[in-house]
């Protein structure tokens, strides 16, 4: 063989060679994305600006949340660490499965198991109660001007005067199966999806396959007046259940993403929130990137959660982490990192939210709630302390009522259903449970009512 026909022949491999490695990197590449988390509020919002009426519609409405931003900010509502002065939100819910109208009725029993579950999650995460905030501690003094946000909110699945077609009864709680919520195909607002004025006034949230890989999308800045809703992808709604079964049947959150950030997430868009990555141009916080002071600015979102990386260190060899000169503030709710890494909402995103509520405060449904008064009323807790065992008396006779205990991670650590009951008084004994913050849950054909529980 010529030398020539040598070189020729180990050119060949080498650019063999070459395009393997090109095709494993590219395989890998792609692989590593769909992995990664992705949200459709991006596309949503260029659908319902170029929508005249929507449009319009949506900067009216902003001119009335930076009003009621500017007023907060004036008060120094986020400098404040006091929330006694501070009126508790209460936000009724509505959740669609718009794919399970043919389930069975163990299956839909699941499904509102479900919902409840990612409530749960959504109350501990809004209020800062989350087990994983305590993570904070060590990394704090990296973010001087960031402080742990606290929305004093309470997500509620409604259970009185639903709308006449859901076909749902006072007491019921507002979960539906079938409905069809968005429309086949109109996944970002075409013709009208996204809302249905036939739920106007609730926080709705359609739980449904998503396709192009998008974990979850909302409006930013979203109307509950039009029916506005947060969709998320069938396999990032909620978190396992417990006791069993513990998931749904095609329903089931799958990791990295199932500890109910995702809806953590998209909520955070529906209350005026931008990604944390939005921008770092230098130019005033308060009116570019985020908008929020107290998030460091960068430009790049954080997908991974890696232990070595979290909690975040300065110059921790990943670039990252230190984009624009700040330390990224990766463990934030509106970055794109995996659920097990992100814990906290700042002050500045939590005033930001609570202009927003007030901005649209009216447009909810507040009927939909059940008479907290009344219910409470209705029944007594003690002792509160206790060790784990305590009882439950009720006033008047309750033919059907159910008590769910969950921690402050939202796991359900005891569930049962009483029917037809002719026991005023029920003793509730919690299986070794461990000191600290619980929450009970009591659903009667009155609606629900929430008590803390403290065990010592």
């Not at 180990?10 to 395009?19: C, E, P, Q, S, V």
């Not at 309750?398 to 650590?413: L, P, R």
Request: net charge negative; hydrophobic share 35%.
């Amino acid at each position: 063989m010529s030398n020539n026909s040598l070189i020729l022949n180990l050119h060949n491999l080498i650019l063999f060679t070459m395009k393997i490695k090109l095709f494993f990197i590219l395989f890998v590449f792609q692989f590593s994305f769909a992995q990664q988390r992705t949200c459709g509020t991006q596309e949503l919002m260029q659908t319902i600006m170029n929508d005249p009426a929507q449009r319009a519609a949506y900067l009216e409405q902003q001119s009335k949340f930076e009003d009621e931003l500017q007023k907060l900010e004036t008060n120094g509502f986020k400098n404040s660490n006091s929330l006694e002065s501070i009126n508790t939100i209460r936000i009724p819910v509505a959740v669609h499965y718009p794919t399970a109208g043919t389930a069975t009725a163990a299956t839909k029993t699941c499904l509102r198991r479900l919902a409840q579950r990612q409530i749960d999650i959504l109350n501990a995460d809004y209020n800062a109660t989350n087990t994983d905030i305590s993570n904070w501690t060590a990394v704090s003094s990296l973010f001087p001007n960031s402080t742990i946000g606290n929305l004093n909110v309470q997500f509620v699945i409604a259970t009185q005067n639903h709308p006449a077609e859901s076909g749902l009864i006072n007491g019921d709680l507002a979960v539906t199966f079938g409905t069809d919520f968005i429309g086949a195909g109109d996944r970002f607002c075409t013709n009208g999806c996204n809302e249905d004025i036939t739920w106007a006034g609730y926080m709705n949230m359609v739980v449904t396959n998503i396709s192009g890989g998008i974990l979850g999308f909302s409006p930013l800045g979203g109307q509950p007046s039009f029916g506005r809703t947060v969709v998320i992808d069938n396999n990032s709604f909620g978190a396992t259940l417990s006791p069993s079964p513990t998931s749904c049947s095609g329903f089931g959150p799958a990791a990295p993403y199932n500890k109910g950030r995702t809806l953590t997430h998209e909520l955070g868009h529906f209350f005026n929130l931008y990604h944390t990555f939005q921008a770092c141009d230098g130019t005033n916080c308060a009116t570019s990137g985020d908008r929020v002071c107290d998030t460091p600015a960068t430009n790049q979102p954080r997908y991974d959660c890696n232990a070595a990386d979290n909690p975040p260190t300065p110059g921790g060899g990943n670039p990252d982490l230190s984009t624009c000169g700040f330390t990224q503030i990766t463990m934030n709710y509106m970055d794109y990192v995996e659920d097990a890494c992100m814990y906290m909402f700042t002050a500045g995103q939590v005033t930001r939210m609570r202009a927003w509520y007030n901005a649209i405060a009216s447009q909810f449904t507040t009927t939909a709630l059940s008479n907290q008064e009344y219910l409470e009323n209705q029944f007594s807790l003690y002792p509160n302390p206790n060790k784990g065992s305590f009882t439950i008396e009720f006033k008047n006779m309750a033919n059907n009522f159910s008590v769910e205990v969950y921690d402050i991670t939202g796991k359900t650590i005891f569930e049962n259903n009483y029917e037809q009951s002719s026991n005023l008084t029920q003793v509730i004994n919690l299986d070794k449970p461990s000191s600290g913050v619980y929450f009970v849950n009591i659903k009667s054909d009155k609606g629900m009512v929430t008590k803390k529980l403290i065990v010592e």
